[in-house]
T-cell receptor, first 115, second 110 residues
Framework: EDKVVQSPLSLVVHEGDTVTLNCSYE??????LLWYKQEKKAPTFLFML????IEKKSGRLSSILDKKELSSILNITATQTGDSAIYLC???????????????FGTGTRLTIIP | GAVVSQHPSRVICKSGTSVKIECRSL??????MFWYRQFPKKSLMLMAT?????????EQGVEKDKFLINHASLTLSTLTVTSAHPEDSSFYIC??????FGPGTRLTVL
């Protein structure tokens, strides 16, 4: 059974700290790994990772994929209160039959930044 | 952990037909479910919030007569795309309260 596991489940840090969120996966037909930030309504897309070892960066956020370890990390440096959210990891698969695809989400990491 | 399923996983239909997508919570009850549409650059747009026993709450810009949502029971919400057009082709994802996402349904309208 395909699964995506995120850790920790919850994290509370002080503003200015650096955090690392983890995502590991076991899926059949990996295509890409996606990171989202969910605050209120729809999750906001952050990164899509397809190749191992190539860091994607956007401001204070960065992420990297390790296909050998079947995992990814999301780093946030110099955290701010606005970074408080649930961070979701999802793995995008191509199905066993051509064209069938699947998106498997982890349960998320709830990040709280204390001023 | 909690599992949410969607059916079908993929559907191809002709323009003008209606398509129903089911979202089920398999081992828990969900009073609230959410329907999203994923765009090509992987962003997710919340379309509507489905409430068991009452009308769905639609986001601004989403046509309620085109995207019919029925939350008939605590384990099932359905999204019906009526009179589908090629621009409705997308990947539709549901989630249940608690942040449990379904695997998505790929709709292709010819």
């Amino acid at each position: 059974e395909d699964k995506v596991v995120q850790s920790p489940l919850s994290l509370v840090v002080h503003e200015g700290d650096t955090v690392t969120l983890n995502c590991s996966y076991e899926v059949t037909n990996f295509r890409s790994l996606l990171w989202y930030k969910q605050e209120k309504k729809a999750p906001t897309f952050l990164f899509m990772l397809t190749s191992s070892g190539i860091e994607k960066k956007s401001g204070r956020l960065s992420s990297i994929l390790d296909k050998k370890e079947l995992s990814s990390i999301l780093n946030i440096t110099a955290t701010q209160t606005g970074d408080s959210a649930i961070y979701l990891c999802a793995v995008d698969e191509v199905g066993s039959n051509f064209g069938n695809e699947k998106l498997t989400f982890g349960t998320g990491t709830r990040l709280t930044i204390i001023p | 952990g909690a599992v949410v399923s969607q059916h079908p996983s993929r559907v191809i239909c002709k323009s003008g037909t209606s398509v129903k997508i089911e979202c089920r919570s398999l081992d828990f009850q969900a009073t609230t479910m959410f329907w999203y549409r994923q765009f090509p650059k992987k962003s997710l747009m919340l379309m509507a919030t489905s409430n068991e026993g009452s009308k769905a709450t639609y986001e601004q810009g989403v046509e309620k007569d085109k995207f019919l949502i029925n939350h008939a029971s605590l384990t099932l919400s359905t999204l019906t795309v009526t009179s589908a057009h090629p621009e409705d082709s997308s990947f539709y994802i549901c989630s249940a309260e608690g942040g449990f996402f379904g695997p998505g349904t790929r709709l292709t309208v010819l």
